[in-house]
């Protein structure tokens, strides 16, 4: 969340920003039950001090009487201020972060911004989805998916059951080799760390699972449980940055996201994810985005697959990131004729996330103050292999495996019909 401070400050920038991201919330009255809140806490401070004074005196009936109405004063002003602090709270809450200045404006994902191309799609007659290689090859089952968990899982068998593995392979040795810390985390987190990092746990907009009678969720990223991970704690200005590749099990309801451009794999109700995670000095955090972007850049380049980098406009923007970069894949099952599809993203959520989950960092001259979160997509076992199989289908009817995993499948260099 923002600092009020801030938002009071700069009233209406954080207006202007929150109609830029189309995002509806009435900063008027979050100042204004600040303000509120304000002044009952100041006068509830003045009724303690008062009352610590009483308790100096010796007890006379009077001094007893007074020290009594001082209490009733003061609950009565708690009481205020419990009520007031949820909506305050909840409308902090719904400000988005603020937007770097070079994001393209636009109200929606037609208007992002097209910054880096890798290849154009190969020229292939005939091109099949990977629905459809995955039945003629045998490497998924939706139908069997759907029968033992519900519509929109799977089993992932033969070939493609490797190439899960090889992925998660592949980006962690790339990652490991810039000296990330490579971690498995937990497949739940406390509703308090996923509202932390921006989440909705509950509700009817939800895209989380959530455990009955608990407060716990299932992850829908590492994002969740790796922006937790510090959470509460001060971290020494010479331990920064910190770099994390954590794989995690990932759960999302994807409520009302079914169509034709979610068929097949697109949007599942479980995947496997490998995820890049940054704590840095505020500083350093654009520096580290640009560094998180080459990195995805050089992960899918070293895949063979075409793809697009884009600039996310404000009105695509999620309410924590400052920035955020996609990468957009070629698909042939996107549309009729194939489509750009997106398999990755790097936000810079600057303070926005460290704020909600009081992370800070200790500086050299001793002051503390809010660190800097960045996380990163790596790869999926869902659209990752979306992007493989369809563009590396030949014409032979065959489907090449990228070199740069061969070695994780123990060799096998092409996936032939059954």
């Known amino acids: 969340m923002l600092d009020i401070k801030f938002i009071k400050e700069n009233k209406e920038a954080a207006k202007q920003n929150a109609i830029d991201r189309n995002i509806k919330v009435d900063i008027d009255e ?3 039950l600040y303000e509120q809140k304000k002044d009952l806490e100041v006068k509830i401070e003045v009724l303690r001090a008062e009352l610590n004074n009483l308790s100096k005196n010796p007890p006379q009936p009077e001094t007893i009487e007074k020290a009594k109405k001082v209490k009733e004063e003061t609950k009565e002003l708690e ?18 972060n603020m937007t770097h200045p070079d994001s393209p404006k636009g109200k929606d994902d037609t208007e992002n911004k097209e910054i880096y191309r890798s290849k154009e799609p190969n020229k292939i007659a005939n091109p099949k989805t990977h629905e459809q290689m995955g039945k003629e090859y045998d490497l998924y089952d939706f139908e069997r998916g759907a029968k033992v968990s519900g519509a929109k899982f799977y089993f992932v068998k033969n070939e493609a059951a490797l190439l899960e593995q090889a992925l998660i392979n592949y980006a962690f040795d790339f990652l490991v080799k810039e000296d990330f810390t490579p971690v498995v985390t937990p497949d739940l987190a406390k509703d308090e760390i996923l509202e932390g990092i921006g989440f909705n746990p509950r509700g009817p907009e939800t895209q989380i699972y959530s455990i009955e009678n608990s407060d716990l969720s299932l992850v829908g990223t590492a994002e969740i449980t790796m922006g937790g991970y510090h959470s509460n704690e001060i971290i020494e200005e010479k331990d920064l940055p910190k770099k994390y590749v954590a794989l995690s099990h990932c759960f999302r309801t994807e409520a009302g996201a079914y169509g034709r451009h979610s068929a097949g794999l697109y949007r599942v109700h479980q995947f496997s994810k490998v995820e890049m995670f940054i704590y840095c000095l505020p500083e350093e955090s654009n520096e580290m985005h640009e560094y998180l972007r080459s990195l995805e850049e050089k992960l899918y380049n070293g895949l063979e697959i075409p793809f697009r980098t ?5 009105g695509d923007l999620g309410g924590p990131a400052y920035r955020k970069y996609d990468l957009e894949a070629w698909m042939w099952s996107r549309g009729d004729a194939g489509d750009w599809g997106e398999i990755t993203s790097t936000s810079n ?3 926005y996330q460290a704020r909600r989950l009081k992370i800070r960092v200790k500086r050299e001259n001793g002051k503390t103050e809010f660190l800097h979160m960045l996380n990163g ?5 869902s659209r990752t292999p979306i992007a493989v199989l369809e563009n590396h289908q030949q014409e032979d009817g065959s489907i090449a495996i990228p070199e740069a995993l061969q070695k994780y499948m123990g060799g096998i260099k092409k996936i032939i019909r059954k």
């Open 30 to 32: 979050l100042l204004r």
């Open 349 to 351: 959520c600057t303070d």
């Open 310 to 314: 884009v600039d996310i406009c404000t």
């Open 79 to 96: 009481a205020k201020v419990e009520e007031i602090e949820p909506r305050y709270i909840d409308l902090l809450m719904q400000v988005p």
């Open 377 to 381: 997509t790596a790869v999926t076992t």
